[in-house]
């Protein structure tokens, strides 16, 4: 998760990279010069046509997040009372997801030391 992160934040970068594929064709066989000046012209005109269209995305955008905030926003505090939590416990919750997903591939040198122990006691087994 990355803190002020959208919902299409990253799917932009895709389509970009997908459409910008097309220019390979042309620049195959092409000079290194004109390759670069394709690549350049490709990403004038991408960056042409989407400036064209900022101002509906920003609007959109905002009438989704408006959207999302009064349709969910009342579901979250529905979920609160239920369940009896405090919207402390939701900070929380945030901040510990994120130090998980932070050391997600890190392993304790406990966990190490057990998966060893098992490992040898196995053997151990293995071998009477």
Known sequence: MIEGAGLEDFETMERVFSSSNAVAVVTRY?????????????????DDDKYQNLGLMLFNNYKQGLSIISD?????????QSLGIQPADLESWHREQTEFFETIGEESSWDVHAVAYVKLLQELNSAE
């Open 30 to 46: 092409a000079s290194a010069y004109r390759r670069r000046v394709f690549i350049d012209m490709f990403f004038q005109q991408w």
């Open 72 to 80: 969910d926003g009342s579901a979250v505090e529905e979920a609160i």
